[in-house]
């Protein structure tokens, strides 16, 4: 009897909420970040981080469209938070691991670090998931998109060093960045008017980023 309850409980499908204006955007967040592991696996990072950028952009996006509509139900509300962690755990986790495992010629010595940056990013989107925010405005730790942010700026200087040294710089980083992702550290939630700015980076990044791959074609 319990079972059947629970059959007539459910709503028409699950189609119905991928329909949801906000939940298209976090799929076109997912399609991004596939994008990024599909060009790291290729060795195209440029590519790669384009579509990592874009999938943070896309991540931020689908929360303020949320918030802007009205007559939204507290069932699309879960459903929307639901598959906007499980994107993120796509977006912030999988695929700078497969960034760092390419970038190290799927070396052996790098599936260590591929292992911090998914367990750090399932832990933190867990931890979040049950505890929220410090308050409206503050984080506990650094927030996984914050890592997209900062690498895609820092990826810029790539020339300036060779492959080797590079490799190395960039576990590093990202190994730093999983501490602070875990860590006791408040951070800032950036929303609001830093939507734009984000949008503007995204945009000169990848005009950069697209400059430096035709330039080289």
Not at 160 to 170: A, C, D, V, Y
Request: aromatic share 18%; hydrophobic share 55%; charged share 10%.
């Amino acid at each position: 009897m319990n079972k059947l309850s629970d059959r007539q409980s459910h709503p028409a499908g699950m189609i119905f909420f991928a329909k949801d204006l906000p939940n298209i955007c976090s799929l076109a967040g997912l399609l991004c970040a596939l994008l990024g592991v599909y060009f790291a696996i290729l060795q195209n990072f440029k590519m790669a981080i384009i579509g990592m950028i874009w999938a943070v952009l896309f991540d931020w996006a689908d929360g303020i469209i949320a918030r802007k509509m009205k007559g939204r139900t507290d069932m699309h509300r879960q459903f929307g938070g639901q598959l906007d962690s499980l994107i993120d755990m796509v977006s912030f986790g999988i695929c700078p691991a497969v960034f760092l495992l390419s970038y190290g010629n799927f070396s052996p010595w790098f599936l260590p670090g591929a292992f911090v940056i998914v367990s750090a990013s399932a832990i933190r989107l867990s931890y979040f998931n049950v505890f929220g925010l410090i308050d409206d405005s503050t984080y506990m730790g650094l927030a996984l998109d914050n890592n997209t942010i900062l690498f895609a700026f820092i990826f810029l200087f790539e020339g300036l060093f060779n492959s080797k040294g590079f490799s190395i710089i960039t576990y590093t980083i990202f190994m730093v960045m999983a501490v602070l992702n875990l860590s006791p550290v408040r951070t800032p939630k950036f929303s609001g008017k830093w939507f734009y700015a984000l949008l503007f980076y995204a945009v000169v990044l990848t005009i950069i980023y697209g400059w430096m791959l035709w330039s080289k074609a």
